[in-house]
């Protein structure tokens, strides 16, 4: 990133900058150069919303992400992935913040009292917001049933946001991850100025959202290529690194940005 980028310039006139992350690895994936890089200069937060997991039973989706990541509990592997996102963001000396959100998979529809549970008990798909992962978790649809999550997220970045003015890091959600989208509109309807990042490693497999980007009158901002420390970083997400990277190999493309559009410049600039 050259000193005279948008982002660049935003960064320098902000008191704090605050990332958001919809999932406990998705700031230090899609950013963590930016904000190693930054952390010096003014305070950082990564704020991520949905860090918490939910009751089983559990559908096939889920329990074939805790195969993966080799968890048969999947409220004690998201006690391990806070405790990772800590220690990774206090080794670079930023805050961090978990909104206590049930993530994408977990979450539950609303029900009248007791239909749940004999659901549940049936199969436990027919009583989860988000049943089939390919299907509706990456559908870039939120259920209307998220419209409470969605107002709480909004609430816990104001929150945040409200205690010094802030630059809002938000993701584009390239991929279409509900939970991603979701981050994206509540850091839109928090009112605090934003830039948004691709989404990696999703922007390796989808291509950026053309209409948003074109709606939203955003241009891209590309990093360098980010340096070694930032495959160790991410490597420090245990539990989701063996995952995400079976090879160990955690390739270091450079970091993508988008920032609004603040002026035209016509044939007559001079
Ligand atoms: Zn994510």
Redesign the pocket.
């Known amino acids: 990133m050259t000193a005279a980028s948008p982002l660049a310039d935003a960064i320098r006139d902000s008191a704090q900058l605050l990332v958001l992350?919809?999932?406990l690895?998705?700031a230090v994936?899609s950013c963590g150069a930016l904000i190693a890089d930054a952390a010096p200069r003014l305070p950082v937060t990564v704020v991520t919303l949905?860090t918490e997991a939910g009751p089983p039973p559990y559908t096939l989706s889920a329990r074939r992400y805790l195969r993966q990541a080799g968890a048969s509990d999947a409220q004690a592997l998201y006690r391990e992935r806070r405790d990772e996102d800590q220690a990774a963001l206090e080794s670079l000396g930023v805050g961090w913040a978990h909104a206590g959100l049930t993530e994408a998979q977990h979450r539950r529809r609303k029900m009248a009292d007791g239909q749940g549970i004999w659901r549940a008990a049936l199969l436990p798909e027919l009583v989860h917001t988000y049943p089939v992962y390919r299907l509706h978790v990456t559908s870039g649809r939120l259920a209307p049933d998220d419209a409470g999550t969605l107002r709480a997220a909004i609430a816990f970045v104001r929150w945040l946001a409200g205690r010094r003015p802030a630059l809002v890091l938000a993701?584009l959600a390239v991929g279409g991850?509900v939970?991603?989208v979701l981050a994206r509109l509540a850091a839109q309807r928090s009112g605090k100025p934003l830039i948004y990042y691709s989404?990696f490693p999703?922007n390796q497999r989808h291509v950026p959202d053309a209409a948003f980007i074109r709606r939203h009158r955003l241009c891209e901002v590309r990093g360098p290529r980010p340096p070694q420390a930032k495959a160790d970083l991410i490597r420090s997400y245990r539990t989701q690194a063996s995952a995400m990277f079976p090879d160990g190999h955690v390739p270091l493309v450079p970091e993508v940005f988008y920032c609004r559009r603040t002026e035209e410049h016509g044939d007559g600039d001079h």
Do not use: G, I, R, V
Request: a negative charge; zero cysteines; aromatic letters at 16%.
């Open positions: 992350s919809p999932h690895d998705d994936l949905f993701p991850h939970d991603h989404d999703y």
